[in-house]
């Protein structure tokens, strides 16, 4: 007969009744201490992922994995000389990973949580192969190892060693954030990588700077005339997307996730994006996500009267279809098919080669030129700032003889007459 009430023991959980049964000598506390012991082995013994052999010489054989060469033998005497061995790799690898291993269980928690899709996935896999993997010191350390002055380094390392732009630095913090921040909540670190990167003092001069000139981001006016013009005069189901984009600034995967449902009058719903991430057999998956690249991104666009007729043509093209951009059985268009002939396109009319990007900044660039509201721009352009408008996507789409043109003209220099 139970010796406590059952009212008792069903207060308790499992700890306060094995501290409890210590406290008033019902178990041996040492007795306790073996099995855990014991159980951590039999753990520690199962994870091994190699067979326990003995050989024609009485000896005990097994691998462990080995950075270098994939793995190495271990022979000894014993069985239980071995095991220990391999406990011992084991309780190491365990209680105390590389970065390596950190970055791997934070991308598993990415991933199983679907705080990521599977593009975003391959392109940390990349970034981490980019800059970590390029300094095997580090992104071997062991979590417990590394303190904040050892991250800082690595971090102005990375910076010089790669000539990293403030956007490539920007893929190279996100990394840092995600593992350390995984480190921490693992409890391997007690430190914090958020004041560590607040304490952190990187100047921009550090910083490798892309200069790039108006006429490669955006198409200049004369340019624009003569795509539009060729692109009207073959209006092919592609070739009439590529004038959707630059009436409307819509991004180009979100161009092909656009269903006929989503386009009322001149009116377009953005609701869906492509995203596209590699096959482990190689090559490239695409599919249609069902929300676009932001939040911000949910929008609706609207199609300038002018251009009413270019979707009424491709409504006429593809109009049974369920996507805007389809082929003549029902497949939707590809990101890729709409850059390449752009880019053919480009060629054709001897305009230098852009991207369909370059579209959507001529588009916010005319935009900003022309006085609309800057909150108006900011909800068509589907940014969740202003800022990222007018900083990024805000440039002069006149060319070099328009731009000299209008300055000789200026009333003050026109009608100055110098004498030499």
């Known amino acids: 007969m139970n010796k406590y009430p059952d009212s008792f023991l069903n207060d308790m959980d499992k700890e306060e009744l094995l501290n409890f049964a210590i406290e008033h000598g019902m178990i041996d506390a040492s007795y306790v201490q073996e099995q855990i012991e014991m159980n951590k082995r039999e753990e520690l013994l199962n994870k091994h992922p190699y067979s326990i052999n003995q050989g024609s010489d009485g000896r005990w054989i097994t691998y462990i994995p080995d950075q270098d060469k994939g793995r190495k033998m271990i022979r000894k005497k014993t069985k239980e000389e071995l095991e220990n061995i391999i406990i011992d790799f084991w309780k190491t690898e365990t209680e105390n990973p590389t970065v390596s291993d950190i970055f791997d269980k934070w991308l598993e928690n990415k991933t199983l949580y679907k705080d990521i899709c599977t593009g975003s996935c391959d392109r940390y896999k990349r970034d981490f192969k980019r800059f970590f993997e390029d300094d095997i010191n580090f992104s071997k350390k062991r979590i417990r190892q590394v303190s904040p002055s050892d991250v800082v380094s690595f971090i102005r390392d990375s910076i010089a060693r790669h000539s990293l732009t403030t956007k490539a630095y920007g893929n190279l913090r996100t990394l840092i954030y995600g593992i350390f921040r995984c480190a921490k909540e693992e409890g391997y670190i007690s430190w914090s990588i958020s004041q560590t990167m607040g304490d952190m003092e990187i100047p921009k001069k550090a910083f490798h700077k892309v200069i790039k000139e108006d006429d490669e981001e955006v198409f200049t006016d004369e340019e624009m005339e003569k795509l539009l013009n060729y692109l009207i005069s073959n209006p092919t189901v592609v070739n009439l997307g590529i004038i959707i984009m630059f009436c409307t600034g819509v991004r180009v995967g979100e161009l092909v996730g656009i269903h006929w449902d989503d386009v009322v009058g001149n009116s377009i719903k953005i609701r869906r994006t492509e995203i596209s991430y590699k096959k482990e057999t190689g090559g490239n998956i695409y599919e249609i996500r069902e929300y676009p ?12 009267d002018a251009f009413k007729n270019v979707l009424d043509k491709l409504r006429m093209l593809t109009g049974d279809q369920e996507y805007m951009l389809s082929y003549a059985d ?46 108006l721009v900011q909800d068509v352009a589907g940014h969740t700032e202003i800022t990222t408008s007018e900083r990024n996507y805000h440039r002069n789409r006149k060319s070099d003889a328009k731009k000299e043109e209008i300055l000789s003209n200026l009333p003050e220099f026109k009608n100055t007459v110098l004498m030499l």
Request: glycine share 6%.
């Open 330 to 375: 029902g497949r939707n268009m590809k990101t890729l098919k709409v850059r390449n002939r752009l880019y053919a396109a480009c060629e054709k009319l001897g305009i230098r080669k852009k991207s369909p990007h370059k579209l959507r900044k001529t588009y916010i660039s005319i935009l900003l030129d022309n006085g609309v509201d800057k909150r």
């Open 293 to 304: 690249k932001t939040e911000a991104g949910i929008r609706t666009v609207y199609v300038p």
